[in-house]
T-cell receptor
Framework: GEDVEQSLFLSVREGDSSVINCTYTDSSSTYLYWYKQEPGAGLQLLTYIFSNMDMKQDQRLTVLLNKKDKHLSLRIADTQTGDSAIYFCAETPQGGTASKLTFGTGTRLQVTL | DTEVTQTPKHLVMGMTNKKSLKCEQHMGHRAMYWYKQKAKKPPELMFVYSYEKLSINESVPSRFSPECPNSSLLNLHLHALQPEDSALYLC????????????FGEGSWLTVV
């Protein structure tokens, strides 16, 4: 079955860039997503990328996709304390069936002063 | 507006109680979902409704009973729950179950005592 892996924890200083990485196994993945979950809150969709793209930028967020290596990354520029949260990557298979959304294990981002 | 609204935010119930979680969206989405999330874990899919009909039940125990009264509302009826059912219950929606983007609500924190 599909498998999506992330490192568990990342600590960065305020103002630095954060890079959160994700690897997946399903070569038929069509959409790949990044969700943010703050403590005690639901999941906020940050951004998503279609598998025929290799980069997407949205303000401080840059998503890079290496489809050959099945590697997805989220770069947060000028990281702020408000960026402290758990970040989940997720993917849907070919056909983009939302009901088959597979989440990664989540990366907890800690931003220090 | 990409809002999915869930009530209540917190619920404490006894093992013999009957309660319901409610979810509402006004984005015109025709697919709605219930997910369960335990601490430090990614969300797990429970149910999918597509055009107000139950399309996926991920082998969820019958003490959880979903209901979709109309295209904007989704309920989760709870009865005779166990302490291990304590979790964050997330509602989500997408344009269709083949739609590419799922939007989540803030969740309902359930504690079973």
């Amino acid at each position: 079955g599909e498998d999506v892996e992330q490192s568990l924890f990342l600590s960065v200083r305020e103002g630095d860039s954060s890079v959160i990485n994700c690897t997946y196994t399903d070569s038929s993945s069509t959409y790949l997503y990044w969700y943010k979950q703050e403590p005690g809150a639901g999941l906020q969709l940050l951004t998503y990328i279609f598998s025929n793209m290799d980069m997407k930028q949205d303000q401080r967020l840059t998503v890079l996709l290496n489809k050959k290596d099945k590697h997805l990354s989220l770069r947060i520029a000028d990281t702020q304390t408000g960026d402290s949260a758990i970040y989940f990557c997720a993917e849907t298979p070919q056909g983009g069936t939302a009901s088959k959304l597979t989440f990664g294990t989540g990366t907890r981002l800690q931003v220090t002063l | 507006d990409t809002e999915v609204t869930q009530t209540p935010k917190h619920l404490v119930m006894g093992m013999t109680n009957k309660k319901s979680l409610k979810c509402e969206q006004h984005m015109g989405h025709r697919a709605m979902y219930w997910y369960k999330q335990k601490a430090k874990k990614p969300p797990e899919l429970m149910f999918v409704y597509s055009y107000e009909k139950l399309s996926i039940n991920e082998s969820v125990p019958s003490r959880f009973s979903p209901e979709c009264p109309n295209s904007s509302l989704l309920n989760l009826h709870l009865h005779a729950l166990q302490p291990e059912d304590s979790a964050l219950y997330l509602c989500a929606s997408s344009q269709t179950s083949s739609g590419n983007t799922i939007y989540f609500g803030e969740g309902s924190w359930l504690t079973v005592v």
